[in-house]
């Protein structure tokens, strides 16, 4: 088929091209601040009184390398407990004789319930060990208000744990000698908690603030996490009250925080100790900052040093070392006893959810709740009043209700675009699994999956332009003596921004702090216009010159989009191999969906602000096809990449499981086998023959018949084995396992059961653990 252009594809492609261009700045751009790039990491031999990353990183090594594994039950937990404390006995015996240093091992012991994944668990626990430093001033008191910055040592299984939380500790240790080595003398008590059981259902955190001497003097809590191996450190939750996140805005070095975090976590299936501290037993002021690129290797065995992201801790460390000493200059720092009494006086915090986030990591914006109430609400009365400026105090009330009709007309084409750039995606994604071999192709190549779905998403978000290139006016050009192109660019352009302060004023109302996304993108549009008004008085309406007027303004707007957008992208991604396998066949597609979705939101967010006046070039036949075939092609191309790599692996879940009749009888033994992503077992057996030949599977293997793993079997996982959809059983021998155990756990009646008055029972219940 042959493409017939005229002078106005040929500008078409030119206006295309350069906005190409123009993200591709913005895209090179915002990779390299998510990979923290700029941070230049200090070396071992930098002065004292600065945060050295190689310092912590030699922390890092000892931890994961030397030591190894830090799971209950393995002796490098209790080598990493001596290691952290030999640590901090050696920065006490540097310490001045202003500093007051009090370092405590405890063994902490509890039991409490919780709710998990959105399942009860009841859980016990005896003999952990948190490691617990103090570091105040020689006139300080016990009950002043403290500052805790709490990371655990301890590391999920079979991981060497470099990431989670390795880096934790390492920055801790080094913030400890920093704070000392720098002679700066903390106006309120330091205290750094490394609590060796969090992985276990945060029960080093529970026993703290059960259990501890220094508890209710703590004031604010920094909670430090990792769920990658480094990027961007980003403030997750803030909370209970908005003065923590104030005070991190105010002195974060390279901030990072986004208050619509803290919208999405409670669906995210985890959590950290942060939800002890300030939610479930503290209710402290405080912070949960998170590593989050380099999912691929979260809780693996690929959690090593080498996989750090060089800059990673150093932006970590600075950042940390300024946010303690503001938060221990607050004077909203507040000791459990001085908090009561505020409480008791009946005052209500009325701003706990303020809206804040950073610009590209170069500074930070922040305003209270009830600013956001009349900031969030502008752009929806301009919406509102603008037409009865334009038209009622010049055309009367009929001109006034046809052009808020055309604005309404306008919002709800550019809704549609919207709609169709999430569709368009997640059609074409389905439609390329029905003919490939296997899904997520783009798991291992994240910029697979922005080459297969921009292109579908911008048609999408084109077609509605493309269709109504005539837009269907309410208004009389004639009585308005104006041209129709005219009131189509007013009509389109109103409608888009209306739409942007519909969506801003529905975060607003829901009580959600995310608004700030779409009030950014509304407020950016407004000078742009202005611009693109002033500048048609020059050069024409139909002008690039004024279409470039129009795109400059918005340039600020659009690289944040671009870094918000790109980055959710980029972490959703790399937590696809973890999210889960759905039932079949339609599990088989649902991870593909859902990043296609996000791209296609992610595209119709970037790209939107510009179709009031660059879709008038962009929306051609011409562009709409060029689209069409460069869809295809990256999807034919896509099927080409494999899934997986050395960097990105395939997760499952492999466990040998006995069952027992009483301390001496093995009644069963078998492989129980789980995946955890839309690629079956099936994909597993044909691309690793050599698990398939250990289990003796032969070609003649079918899903179908295979015996299956009940989900009773997973139970030491529980509530996370609810994310296996099907667990396939395989025999296995038990001769190993005799040698191992003298004998096995069983559970039996210690005593008989009694019987109450109203009919209940109670049970005694002794559990050997073999």
Known sequence: MAFRFDYRDVTAFKVLLVLSFMYGLMSALVYSIVHLKFVKP???DAPLDRFSEARAIQHVRVLADEIGDRQEGRPGLREAAVYIKTQLEGIKERAGPKFRIEIEENVVNGSFNMIFLGHSI????????????????????????????????????????????????????????????????PPRPIIFLFNGAEELFMLGAHGFMKAHKWRDSVGAVINVEASGTGGLDLVCQSGPSSWPSSVYAQSAIYPMAHSAAQDVFPVIPGDTDYRIFSQDYGDIPGLDIIFLIGGYYYHTSHDTVDRLLPGSVQARGDNLFNVLKAFSNSSKLQNAHDRASFEATGIKNTDERAIFFDYLTWFMIYYSRSRATVLHGIPIVIFITVPFFLRLLNSGLHSWFATYSDFVKGMMIHATGKMLAIIFPIAFSVLRLLFSGYAMSWFAHPFLAFMMFIPCSLLGLLIPRSLWSHFP??????????????????????GAFGFYAMLTMAYLVAGL?????????????????????????????RS???????????IP???????????????????????????????????????AAAVGAVTGWCVGPLLPICGLWLARSSVLQFLLHLTVLALALSSQFFPYSTGAHKRLVFQHTFVTADANQIVESSFDFSVVDSNSFLFLFKFAPEVAKELHIGPEFSLEAANVSQRETWMVLFPVSFLFSKSLKFPATSDEISKQYEYFPYLSTSKPHTTSGDGSRRVYLELSLG
């Open 42 to 44: 200090l070396d071992s």
């Open 122 to 185: 009841s859980l016990g626990y005896r003999n952990h060990t948190n490691i617990v430093m103090r570091i105040s001033s020689t006139d300080s008191q016990d009950t002043d208000p403290s500052v805790l910055m709490n990371g655990h040592f301890d590391g999920p299984l079979s991981s060497p744990g470099a990431g989670d939380c390795g880096s934790c500790v390492a920055s801790m240790l080094e913030l400890a000698r920093l704070t000392i080595d720098s002679g700066w003398i």
């Open 473 to 494: 006016l309410s208004q009389d050009a004639m009585l308005l003596k104006t041209s129709k192109e005219a009131l189509s660019d007013e009509a389109r352009f109103w």
């Open 513 to 541: 702090t995310g608004g700030f996304l779409t009030f950014i993108v509304a407020t950016s549009m407004l000078p742009a216009w202005i611009f693109f008004c002033i500048s048609i008085n020059f050069y024409g309406r």
């Open 544 to 554: 690039l010159r004024s279409t470039l007027f129009y795109v400059v303004p918005l």
């Open 557 to 595: 707007c659009i690289t944040y989009s671009v870094y918000f957008g790109g980055f959710v992208v980029q972490f959703l991604i790399e937590k696809m191999g973890m999210m889960g396998a759905f039932p079949s066949p339609y599990g088989y597609y649902v991870q593909d969906i859902v990043v």
